[in-house]
Every structure is written in structure tokens, then in C-alpha cells.
């Protein structure tokens, strides 16, 4: 199969690109290589790569030639970015995914979205968000997401386009851009920084590995219904223990953690219900308590020369316009 992956030189979408190309499947990347796209995360695989915007309908009818489908990862997906600057997560979650949804109703292309857990809000302890629940995005960037959902099954319901939509949970693994809690803590760690913690740090994130999520999004491309919201969960840890965890495997003092201002409007606890997904036969195969953060943090350790050049430049200034006065 011919799939247009949409946002593949990002850190799940090149994970994408990798699994297709080893399953012998053909893989034409859209990305517009924005300060978290970086081609060098599909170096060695087999890729049609095309330079554009998913809300250029020019850009997105030449990549998407001969697609029989379409994974979109595209998305600006950094809830402290989009609290600085809203507009750009409109541009590209919400416009983008209409032009791409466009494409997929002029082409017949089967669609998958990919979307987060975010869209649901935050919850108490012990309950779980379910597929048919409401919609409460706190953040712009939650909100931008649950907008392009919105899209799908708007366009799903009105033109019969075969999309179906994936809410995953916070995802981990390598090439991740060092603005996440992860890759920024571990690859601060690795520099002897501070590792920031927002307000007590007992905010819970359920735990996604990216060849786990991957292997979702792939089933549902394949075997979902359009029309489904499929979730992908993870496992549950409050940011505080994660945080430890990555003070013993990276060998760091502990005086390096430090609390401190909380992000604004910060959703307490996410969790998902991923029983319906677990019915089409996915299960995860990572475990990120056991081995998975500890396969992580060593690839940190391993490929200093993939993440010490993007720690400069832009990065840089967005690094002292989120913490510097946290950290003063
Ligand atoms: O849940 C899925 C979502 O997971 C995705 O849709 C988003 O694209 C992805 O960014 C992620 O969102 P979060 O806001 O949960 O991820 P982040 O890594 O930014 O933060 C994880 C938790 O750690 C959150 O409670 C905030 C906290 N945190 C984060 C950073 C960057 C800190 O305490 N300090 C930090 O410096």
C-alpha cells in the first residue's frame, strides 16, 4: 500500500515511516519541517519525501498522488508553546486537517487522525475517558486537536470519507524533540540542568511507547471503522515519580529537581479506556516501568550528536521564554 504520512519527520510520524518501510509498504512524507521535523530521523529508510504544509491544497494533492491512504501526524503538539502563541495550532490542527480531509473526499483515500487524549480533559482519580465521551481541551493545543476531530467526523457524516480517528496517550521513545517531559529531563540530566518540575509534579500522564502506538494507528489505518474513535492508553505515573526514575538511571543528584511554576490551565490526571481498540487485537508490547524508560534514557545517553544540535538556536530562545523565570 501506497500512504501518505503526513508529518513524518516528527517523532511518532518517522516511527510510522519506519514500520511501514519494514513491512514493505510505500511511505510519501508530507512534512513541513518546522523547528520539530528533522529529516534526519528517517536517515537510512526507505522514503518519498515532499516538502509543504497540510493546509496547502497545492502541496497536499502532489504528495498525496497514487495514496490509497493517509496517517496524519502533522500537528503542532507542545501545550507550553501554544499557551505562548495559539494561532499556529489553528493553522496547522485544525485548517490543515480540513485541507487534508478535502483531499481524502476529491481522492477516496482511507484517513486515520492521529489525536491525543488531551481532547478529553482532565479527570478525577478512577475514572477513565471512553471514546463517546465529551470533549473538555483545556489547553489551545487540546482544543486545536478536538477541532480537527470534530472535522473528521463531520466530513465522515456529510461525504462519507472513510476516517476514523486514534486518541493516544503521552508518548515516548527515541527522536523526540527535548521540549517533552522525557527528552527534556533526560537530555538536561545528561548536561548536568535542572530538571523544572510544574507546581508538586503529582499531575498523572499515562505512558505510550511509539512502536506501541505506532502498531495502533497501523491496525486501525487497516481494520477500523469509519466513523471510530479508537484510544491508545498507556501506564499510569505521576510526572514526580518519573522524574526520580530518570534521577537514578541518568546518575544525576537529586538537587537537580526543582519545582516550579505551574503550566496555566494544567490538566491534573489523564487515562484512557483502550478496550475497544484492544477488541481489533492490539496490545501494547512495550513496558515502560520495566524496560521502556530505561531504553529510552540510554539512547539519549547514545546519540548525543542527534539532540546537542537542536538544542540551540530556536530552541534555545523558547527554552528562556518557558523557564527562565521559572528558574531564576
Ligand atoms: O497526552 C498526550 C499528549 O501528551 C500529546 O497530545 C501531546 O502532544 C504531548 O505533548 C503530551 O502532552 P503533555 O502536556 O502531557 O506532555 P509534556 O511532556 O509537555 O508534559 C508531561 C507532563 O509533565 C505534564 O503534566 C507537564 C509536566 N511537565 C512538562 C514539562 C515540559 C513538567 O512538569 N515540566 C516540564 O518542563
Known sequence: MRVLVTGGAGF???????????????????????????????????????????????????????????AN????????????????????????TQTLLEWARESGARYVQVSTDEVYGD??????????????PSSPYAAAKAAGDLQVLAYVRTYGVRASITRGANTFGSHQYPEKLIPLFVTNALEGLELPVYGDGKQVREWLHADDHCAAIELVLRDGEP???????????????????????TGVDAGLIRHVEDRAGHDRRYALDDAKLRTLGWSPRHSFGETGLTETVEWYRANRDWWEPIKSGEYREYYERQYAHRLA
Open 12 to 70: 511518532i510520524g518517522s516511527h510510522f515511516v519506519k514500520r511501514l518501510a519494514a513491512k514493505g509498504d510505500e511511505a510519501v512524507v508530507l512534512d513541513r519541517l518546522t523547528y520539530s521535523g528533522n529529516r534526519a530521523n528517517l536517515e537510512g529508510v526507505e522514503h518519498e519525501f515532499h516538502h509543504g504544509d497540510i493546509a496547502d491544497p497545492e502541496a497536499v494533492a502532489a504528495a498525496g498522488t497514487g495514496c490509497a491512504a493517509v
Open 73 to 96: 501526524f502533522a500537528a503542532e503538539t507542545h501545550v507550553d508553546r501554544s499557551i505562548l502563541g495559539p494561532r499556529e495550532f489553528v493553522h496547522t490542527d485544525v485548517l490543515g
Open 123 to 136: 479527570l478525577e482519580p478512577n475514572i477513565r475517558s471512553r471514546e463517546d465521551d465529551p470533549l473538555r
Open 227 to 249: 466513523g471510530e474513535v479508537y484510544n491508545v492508553g498507556g501506564e499510569e505515573f505521576e510526572n514526580i515519580e518519573v522524574t526520580h526514575r530518570i534521577v537514578e538511571l
